[in-house]
């Protein structure tokens, strides 16, 4: 396709993955049923005719935990982030150093690569995500300055081994970035974790972060956000001051959508692609693909279109419990995206 379009990430899991998750199943037992996930999801991807896939994250606890599944030394008790429908979510603490992943996102993707002949892409989590989990009265033996050194030791090799294993894009999740103007309005907040994650993405070369993207949205767990209230356009300026080739960019459930795209477009330099978010996963209607087609229609007046992909505004679930959508519906936006962005092409390049 000539205008690329990639998914996030995230798809639901079934409700006997769920229920599984969540009872005290068997590890073995439960390692079936992630693989039979994995294998349906890839499955329902290639079904959508979609070149560029995920496995849909069905082993992942949650976007953000993942690495830290399975350590010994984090508690409960961190920092807690507010949905706008009352619910939360509570990252856990650190209580002692050194700090290392408890496993890498490359081991999800070795097993989706060798089960499908499309591309696969990954998702990882951001240095700043974690970096929200060093207690705010520092650790005894253990300063912030040595968890900072390790966090991007540990982040980096995440990025590489996905690298190795084969990823076609390797895509780091910063959702925390428009949180971070609701904590601190001023910017600092926002500051120090563009400058941390651009710590790690400066351990790459320029090709290796051509592969590289980051994805920003408001959030998106049982169809609520944490920010979006927190204005848009304050965000993105800074956010293309990451060194990395591609940004994947909530849209489609924005109201103003000429006033963003009208940001991207001022501010995207000239060796980075945005791929703007075409399908509203917070929103149970599936979009048409004339829908999809008219919003990219829309954004090549203020994007260059070699410079233009397509996505979806977040994963669909990006936390394991979250049932809030089907699979079906989620699969069928994924379908609109795609037969969308092949519409607008037939139009553009006509």
Do not use: W
């Amino acid at each position: 396709m000539k205008i690329q379009t990639e998914p996030i990430g995230s798809i639901p899991r079934s409700p006997e993955l769920i229920e599984a998750i969540q009872s005290n199943i068997a590890a073995g037992e439960l390692q079936k049923l992630y693989e039979k996930a994995v294998a349906e999801t890839l499955l329902a991807f290639e079904n959508t005719g979609s070149q560029v896939i995920t496995d849909g994250e069905q082993a992942k606890s949650s976007f953000v935990t993942y690495p830290l599944n399975g350590l010994t030394n984090i508690g409960e008790g961190g920092m807690r982030i507010d949905f706008e429908d009352g619910h939360f979510r509570q990252l856990p603490v650190l209580t002692k150093g050194p700090f290392r992943f408890a496993r890498y996102a490359e081991q999800y993707l070795g097993y989706a690569i060798k089960r499908t002949n499309r591309l696969v892409k990954q998702a990882v989590i951001s240095a700043s995500a974690l970096s929200l989990i060093y207690p705010a009265g520092g650790l005894d033996g253990y300063s912030q300055d040595e968890f900072i050194s390790d966090l991007i030791n540990e982040c980096e090799k995440d990025i590489r081994l996905c690298l190795q294993q084969g990823a076609h894009k390797v895509q780091i999740d910063f959702t925390e970035g428009r949180l971070s103007l609701k904590l601190d309005p001023s910017g600092g907040v926002l500051r120090h974790f563009i400058d941390l994650n651009n710590l790690v993405f400066a351990r790459f070369t320029k090709d290796e972060q051509r592969k590289l993207g980051v994805h920003v949205c408001p959030g998106g767990d049982h169809d609520s956000t944490h920010s979006a209230d927190v204005d848009y356009i304050s965000f993105l300026p800074s956010l293309f001051d990451l060194n990395v080739g591609n940004f994947y960019l909530q849209l489609a459930s924005e109201n103003d959508r000429i006033k963003v795209l009208k940001t991207i477009g001022q501010y995207l330099k000239g060796d980075q692609t945005a791929f703007i978010g075409v399908i509203d996963v917070n929103s149970p209607v599936i979009e048409s693909a004339e829908e999809v087609s008219d919003l990219i229609l829309e954004a090549v007046k203020y994007i260059p279109v070699n410079q233009l992909g397509t996505t979806d505004d977040c994963g669909f679930s990006p936390f394991c419990d979250d049932q809030s959508t089907t699979r079906e519906t989620a699969f069928a936006k994924i379908k609109a995206r795609i037969d969308g962005t092949k519409l607008a092409e037939t139009i553009i390049f006509s």
